[in-house]
C-alpha cells in the first residue's frame, strides 16, 4: 500500500504520466520539480519509496551476501518463454519457501498461504524493489504458480509476463556545484546549501534566470537554469508541457542544512527517458542570493548510470463461458515492495554493532499477503471452472447450464512507485476496459483488525461508493465497513487506477494500521495465517458471485470518482 496522500490528486496526476494529454510516459521520479520536494506528493509518486531500489547491494547485508539459495521449482514448458530480459532468466529462490504447486486440489490453508508469502519474502528477494533481482525472482514465481493453477498466459508473446519500459537512474558520488558571484566562484555544499537533486544537466556553466511569473519563462534553453519563485502548484503549471530547459531550481527552507555523505536517491521511469528538466532545490542563503539576483551562473557534476531493469506484471486469464464471458474481472495484487533500507551511518566515535543491520523490507503483509490470496484464487477457481466445463461439455449427463465471467488476475510491479504495473495495463489491456466490470485488489491482508471483529474479517475500502458491499451480504458474504475513512485508504492501492476510469474497483483488506507497515519488521512471523485463511475463503466467495453472475458490480450515486 502506497503512503497516505495529502489529496485525491496523486493518483491522476500519476495517470496522466501514462496519457496523450502530458508528455508520454512521463517520470515519476522526476515530478518533484514541479511539485516541490517536500510538498505534497501524494500516493503516486511513492514519495517515501523513491530510491530504495538498489540503495544499498546485497553484498552490503549480510543476510543477503551470505545466503545460497537453492534452484527454483521447474518452470512448466512454455509458461516462460520469450520476452524476458537475460539477465532475469533463471531466477533462483529459496527452496523452503516453494509451495508444493503440484497439488492443485484441496481446499484454500493457511499453510499454503504461508507458503507463498514465505516465498515472497524472503531475504533473498532483498524487498522486491521494481526493477531489481528480487522482484524479477518473485514475478517470475507468481507466473510458475498461475501456469501450475491451469490458468491461460495472458503477458506477451504467450507468456504471463507484461513487460514495462522502465529505468532507472543511479547516483556513484555526491553531487558537486559551484555558483558565480561578485566574489567570483565558490563551491556549494550538497545538503546544507542544496538537495533534491533529480536528473542531471549538461556540462558547463548554466545562466541563471529567476522567474516570478510565467512570462519570464522565456523559451526553453539547455544553458539555462531556471529559478521559479512560486509555490508547488504554480510551478507545477508553468512547467506543464515544457522542456528543453537545463535546470529548473525552486528555494527549500530558508535555514541551511545538514552535509550529506550520501548519494542523492535512485530515480526511476517509464517510457523511453525522462521528458522533464533536471531539478535542484535550493536551501538557506544560497536561495535568497539566487532569488536576489547576486548569483549568474551555476555549474553542477555528478556521477550517474543509467539502467535499464527488467520489470513486469504478471498476468493470467480463466476464460468465461456463455453469455457472461463477454465481461471481464481483474483480481489484483502488488508484488513489489519498497527494497532495501539505506544502512544507518555510525555517530563519530560509535562502534559497529555485534550483529548485523537488517536492511530488508521484506514486505509479508504489504503486498505478499495480497499476492497470496491471488495465487490461491486463481489456483481454486481454475480448478472449479476445469470441473464445470466438463461437466458442461457434449454428451455429458445432467450438464449444467453455467455462465462465467472471463476472470484476469493481475498481479503488479510498481504499486509503491506510483502505481506504475497498473496504469502500464491500463494502456495495454489484455482484455477491453470497456468490458471490465470490476477490480477487486487485495491489500495487506496478513493481519487482523480489531475494529471489524479481529481474525478472519475483511473490510472494504470505498464500501458507500458500489453496490458491493451489500451485494456481498445479500449472498451472505460479510465484508465490513472501512473502519478508517480519514485514512482514504480507497485512494491509496492499485484499484484507484480503474476506479478512475469508471470500473467498479475497491480493495479488501484487513490493514490495523500497525507499526510494522514500510518499516523492516513487516515479517512473516508477524502474520496470522488462520485469519488469512478466513479471509480468502470469504474473498473466494466474493469472487465466485462475480464470476457467475450474481453480482453485478455499480457505482452508487456520487459514487464514482472524478476521472480527470
Given at each position: 500500500?502506497?503512503r497516505r496522500?495529502?489529496?485525491d490528486r496523486?493518483p491522476?496526476?500519476a495517470?496522466?504520466?501514462?496519457?496523450?494529454a502530458?508528455?508520454p510516459?512521463?517520470?515519476?521520479?522526476f515530478?518533484?520539480?514541479?511539485?516541490?520536494a517536500?510538498g505534497p506528493?501524494g500516493?503516486?509518486?511513492g514519495a517515501f519509496c523513491?530510491?530504495?531500489l538498489?540503495?544499498?547491494?546485497?553484498?552490503a547485508n549480510p543476510?543477503?551476501?551470505?545466503?545460497?539459495?537453492?534452484?527454483p521449482p521447474p518452470?512448466p514448458a512454455g509458461a516462460l518463454?520469450s520476452?524476458?530480459p537475460?539477465?532475469a532468466?533463471?531466477?533462483s529462490?529459496?527452496?523452503?519457501?516453494?509451495?508444493?504447486?503440484?497439488?492443485?486440489?484441496?481446499p484454500?490453508?493457511?499453510?499454503?498461504?504461508?507458503?507463498?508469502v514465505?516465498?515472497l519474502?524472503?531475504d533473498?528477494?532483498?524487498?522486491?524493489?521494481t526493477?531489481?533481482e528480487?522482484?524479477v525472482r518473485?514475478?517470475h514465481?507468481?507466473?510458475?504458480?498461475?501456469?501450475?493453477?491451469g490458468?491461460?498466459p495472458?503477458g506477451?508473446e504467450?507468456t504471463?509476463?507484461?513487460?514495462l519500459?522502465?529505468?532507472?537512474?543511479?547516483?556513484?558520488?555526491?553531487p558537486?556545484m559551484?555558483?558565480?558571484?561578485?566574489?567570483g566562484e565558490?563551491?556549494?555544499t550538497?545538503?546544507?546549501d542544496?538537495d533534491?537533486?533529480v536528473g542531471l544537466?549538461?556540462g558547463?556553466?548554466?545562466?541563471?534566470?529567476?522567474c516570478?511569473e510565467?512570462?519570464?519563462?522565456?523559451e526553453p534553453?539547455p544553458?539555462t537554469a531556471l529559478?521559479?519563485?512560486g509555490?508547488s502548484?504554480?510551478r507545477?503549471?508553468?512547467?506543464?508541457?515544457?522542456e528543453?530547459d537545463?535546470?529548473v531550481l525552486?528555494a527549500?527552507s530558508?535555514r541551511?542544512?545538514?552535509?550529506?555523505?550520501?548519494?542523492p536517491?535512485t530515480?526511476?521511469?517509464?517510457?523511453p527517458g525522462?521528458s522533464?528538466a533536471p531539478?535542484?532545490?535550493l536551501?538557506?542563503?544560497?536561495?535568497e542570493?539566487?532569488?536576489?539576483g547576486?548569483?549568474?551562473?551555476?555549474?553542477l557534476?555528478a556521477?550517474?548510470?543509467d539502467?535499464?531493469?527488467?520489470?513486469?506484471?504478471?498476468v493470467?486469464?480463466?476464460?468465461?463461458?456463455?453469455?457472461?464471458?463477454e465481461?471481464?474481472?481483474v483480481?489484483?495484487?502488488h508484488y513489489?515492495?519498497?527494497?532495501?533500507?539505506r544502512p544507518?551511518?555510525?555517530?563519530?566515535?560509535e562502534?559497529?554493532?555485534?550483529?548485523?543491520?537488517d536492511?530488508?523490507?521484506n514486505?509479508?503483509?504489504?503486498d505478499?499477503?495480497g499476492c497470496?490470496a491471488?495465487?490461491?484464487?486463481?489456483?481454486?477457481l481454475?480448478?472449479e471452472?476445469?470441473?464445470?466445463d466438463?461437466a458442461?461439455s457434449p454428451?455429458a449427463?445432467?450438464?449444467?447450464?453455467?455462465q462465467?465471467r472471463?476472470?484476469l488476475?493481475?498481479l503488479v510491479?510498481?504499486?509503491e512507485?506510483?502505481l506504475?504495473?497498473t496504469?502500464?495495463?491500463i494502456e495495454?489491456?489484455?482484455?477491453?476496459?470497456e468490458r471490465?466490470?470490476c477490480?477487486?485488489?487485495?491489500?495487506?491482508?496478513?493481519?487482523?483488525d480489531?475494529l471489524v471483529?479481529?481474525?478472519?474479517?475483511l473490510w472494504l475500502?470505498?464500501?458507500?461508493?458500489?453496490?458491493?458491499g451489500?451485494?456481498f451480504?445479500a449472498e451472505g458474504?460479510?465484508?465490513a465497513?472501512d473502519?478508517r475513512?480519514e485514512?482514504r485508504?480507497f485512494?491509496?492501492?492499485d484499484n484507484?487506477a480503474f476506479?478512475?476510469?469508471?470500473?467498479?474497483?475497491?480493495?479488501?483488506?484487513?490493514?490495523?494500521l500497525?507499526a510494522?507497515y514500510?518499516?523492516?519488521?513487516?515479517?512473516?512471523?508477524?502474520?496470522?495465517?488462520?485469519?488469512?485463511?478466513?479471509c480468502?475463503?470469504?474473498?473466494l466467495e466474493?469472487a465466485?458471485?462475480?464470476?457467475d453472475?450474481?453480482?453485478d458490480?455499480a457505482?452508487e450515486?456520487g459514487?464514482a470518482?472524478e476521472?480527470r
Amino acid at each position: 500500500m502506497s503512503r497516505r496522500q495529502a489529496s485525491d490528486r496523486g493518483p491522476d496526476q500519476a495517470r496522466d504520466r501514462f496519457r496523450g494529454a502530458r508528455p508520454p510516459l512521463r517520470p515519476s521520479a522526476f515530478w518533484p520539480l514541479a511539485r516541490g520536494a517536500g510538498g505534497p506528493l501524494g500516493l503516486a509518486l511513492g514519495a517515501f519509496c523513491l530510491g530504495l531500489l538498489a540503495c544499498a547491494g546485497p553484498a552490503a547485508n549480510p543476510k543477503i551476501a551470505s545466503a545460497a539459495p537453492a534452484p527454483p521449482p521447474p518452470v512448466p514448458a512454455g509458461a516462460l518463454e520469450s520476452g524476458a530480459p537475460p539477465a532475469a532468466e533463471a531466477p533462483s529462490a529459496p527452496a523452503q519457501a516453494t509451495p508444493p504447486v503440484a497439488e492443485r486440489t484441496g481446499p484454500v490453508t493457511a499453510a499454503r498461504l504461508e507458503a507463498h508469502v514465505r516465498f515472497l519474502a524472503a531475504d533473498e528477494l532483498a524487498g522486491r524493489a521494481t526493477g531489481s533481482e528480487g522482484a524479477v525472482r518473485a514475478g517470475h514465481y507468481l507466473a510458475e504458480q498461475l501456469s501450475a493453477a491451469g490458468l491461460e498466459p495472458a503477458g506477451d508473446e504467450g507468456t504471463f509476463l507484461q513487460h514495462l519500459d522502465f529505468g532507472t537512474r543511479e547516483y556513484s558520488g555526491l553531487p558537486r556545484m559551484w555558483c558565480r558571484g561578485p566574489e567570483g566562484e565558490f563551491e556549494a555544499t550538497h545538503g546544507v546549501d542544496f538537495d533534491g537533486l533529480v536528473g542531471l544537466p549538461g556540462g558547463g556553466d548554466l545562466r541563471i534566470r529567476v522567474c516570478r511569473e510565467p512570462d519570464d519563462l522565456g523559451e526553453p534553453d539547455p544553458g539555462t537554469a531556471l529559478f521559479l519563485v512560486g509555490n508547488s502548484r504554480e510551478r507545477a503549471a508553468w512547467l506543464e508541457g515544457r522542456e528543453g530547459d537545463g535546470l529548473v531550481l525552486w528555494a527549500g527552507s530558508k535555514r541551511p542544512g545538514k552535509a550529506q555523505t550520501r548519494p542523492p536517491r535512485t530515480q526511476r521511469w517509464t517510457g523511453p527517458g525522462p521528458s522533464t528538466a533536471p531539478g535542484l532545490r535550493l536551501r538557506g542563503p544560497l536561495a535568497e542570493r539566487v532569488e536576489a539576483g547576486e548569483i549568474e551562473s551555476l555549474r553542477l557534476e555528478a556521477r550517474v548510470e543509467d539502467r535499464r531493469p527488467p520489470a513486469f506484471n504478471v498476468v493470467g486469464r480463466l476464460p468465461g463461458r456463455g453469455e457472461l464471458a463477454e465481461e471481464v474481472v481483474v483480481y489484483t495484487a502488488h508484488y513489489d515492495h519498497i527494497g532495501l533500507k539505506r544502512p544507518a551511518a555510525p555517530a563519530p566515535g560509535e562502534t559497529a554493532p555485534d550483529e548485523p543491520e537488517d536492511l530488508i523490507h521484506n514486505g509479508a503483509d504489504d503486498d505478499a499477503s495480497g499476492c497470496a490470496a491471488v495465487l490461491e484464487l486463481a489456483r481454486v477457481l481454475a480448478l472449479e471452472a476445469e470441473r464445470s466445463d466438463a461437466a458442461a461439455s457434449p454428451g455429458a449427463t445432467g450438464a449444467p447450464d453455467t455462465q462465467r465471467r472471463t476472470q484476469l488476475f493481475l498481479l503488479v510491479t510498481g504499486e509503491e512507485i506510483g502505481l506504475v504495473g497498473t496504469f502500464a495495463y491500463i494502456e495495454d489491456p489484455v482484455e477491453p476496459l470497456e468490458r471490465t466490470v470490476c477490480n477487486l485488489n487485495f491489500e495487506m491482508i496478513g493481519r487482523p483488525d480489531a475494529l471489524v471483529g479481529g481474525a478472519g474479517k475483511l473490510w472494504l475500502t470505498g464500501f458507500e461508493r458500489t453496490n458491493l458491499g451489500p451485494a456481498f451480504a445479500a449472498e451472505g458474504i460479510e465484508v465490513a465497513v472501512d473502519p478508517r475513512p480519514e485514512e482514504r485508504f480507497f485512494l491509496r492501492s492499485d484499484n484507484i487506477a480503474f476506479a478512475r476510469i469508471g470500473i467498479v474497483a475497491q480493495s479488501l483488506s484487513s490493514y490495523d494500521l500497525h507499526a510494522d507497515y514500510h518499516h523492516v519488521t513487516d515479517e512473516v512471523e508477524t502474520l496470522d495465517f488462520g485469519h488469512m485463511e478466513t479471509c480468502v475463503r470469504t474473498a473466494l466467495e466474493a469472487a465466485r458471485a462475480l464470476a457467475d453472475g450474481r453480482v453485478d458490480p455499480a457505482w452508487e450515486p456520487g459514487g464514482a470518482p472524478e476521472s480527470r
